[in-house]
């Protein structure tokens, strides 16, 4: 079912229509100093907002099942296309502070009063730091699968992590010198289904094939992922999942972290014994089984239901 | 002869959409010197007295959002990003020795650890941004510069690479990295005067030695020449 109001774009004459998949009602731009960040927003204008920041190389509109579940519940389900992802603006350049400082542009737009906050995958770690920067802004935090954990690390004896590291930051700059100009490969609806199905292991071909449709751009040559060719997963610097996971035994809000039992390729392989370690006096913690990564998609009523008991009813 | 603007408008070389600003300071054959500046910085294009006794061109390059180099917008700022700034420039030159000054010793650093067999050499001075945000992050918040006029160099780059987290461990590796492959006997001299925790560590490590920066130059000078 298409929203009357969202018009989608009129250079996708190929459309692939989803069960219970439903577009936002509305999407508009936050200026968030010099980037224009995409917004998109699930129900009613005048009903309570309940931000969601989405995961590395994935977009808002893959929220189109999930969403429309919690606007059922009353929400209005607003989130954000990171830049260089959906929608928004290709930066010229990417860091995790800038993608904190979109948020927060996104977070001052949406609302003046707390809300409550969902993250998934790498948006679960910018929620984390967004809560833990702004503790006065949100009533509730739920984390899916956001929580960096270096138990999935391999146990290499040193001489062999030097070589990996010489290997990784070569591949890094080779691939740096090749980006001026580099396009995303084209492709028909069928193949770039097929490609994301290599990183979103547990998906359906037939999901995919529709996110092609919302989430793709329909060029002459074929379609394409909106996602800034200049994006390359993985990379290197001195980061560390625990500059993340510090963050959370001081949350301030009512705090919901979430894993699948079926551990899968995109996620950081984190156990619930690392969450726990972490976990504030009164979070709590729940283990989705026969759910993977993308545990939202894969369960979507089950984690709306999850997720709307543990915020209470909209008010 | 030193002192003489040679250069009037520099090189550019593309690094993403970067137009990144490469000065030659002092052109000639031989093995490249490239000097890269401080936080805030820029190159000053004209060969500057101390680099007179370098045997090959001098070469100087304005990292993102710095002197002529391309202004960006809604920053993003990390020094593995000004680290491939760098390297833009050693791919254009094949090969060069390098004199990094604050923030630009650090990039000197890993891209002599990145960049072993193309990197003849590395000297680090003191200069701003040497310290860069510390060995782990402090509490969380969120910047946004309201200072500036729309020119280099850009307010973000002065807030994120002040903040840029510098693990020891992190720099020990480039050192370890750099020793590996490197085609000179002495590959990173420290000239540095402040040493925060991460130059600490990499001036600890086997092999790192410290000294004057026209006496690091000298010997580095003999290095290539040789």
Redo the contacts between chains.
Sequence with gaps: MESSEYVADDESPETVSHPGAQRPARRYDVE????AISVVEWGPEDAPPLLFAHGGFDFAETLNVFAPLLVTAGWRVVSWDH?GHGCSE??????F??D???A?FVMDHVSPTPIPLVGHSKGGAVAM?LA???PHRFTHLVNLDGMPSGGNMPDVAEHER?RM??QE??A??DY??S??DRLRKPGTIDELATRRGRMNTRMSHEWLRYLVTVGGRHDPDGWRWRIDP?LRMG??????PE?VMQ?MPGLSMPFLAVLGSETEVMGWGTRPEDVLAHLPDDGRLEVIEGAGHFMHIEQPQAMADLIGEFVGAPR | MTGIPIADRPTLLRHGRIDLALWTLRSGEGRPLLLLHGLGEHTVPIEPEWTATWPGPVYGLDFTGHGASTLPRGGGYTAEMLMADADAALAHLGEASLVGRGLGAYIALMLAGSRPAQVYGAVLCDGPGLSGGGVQPGGTFVTVPRFGHGTTPDPFAMVELNRDIRPPDYAAQFVRLGFERSPVPDPLLVAAIVRPEWLATVVAQPGVRTMHRDRALAELARTVSG
């Design positions: 968030a100093v010099g980037i830049r290709w930066a010229d350049l990417y860091s502070e800038a904190l400082r979109d927060a730091l833990s920067a702004f030097t590291v010489s930051v070569a890094w700059l740096r010198r980006v001026a200049t990379g290197f610097g001195p980061w560390r500059w963050r």
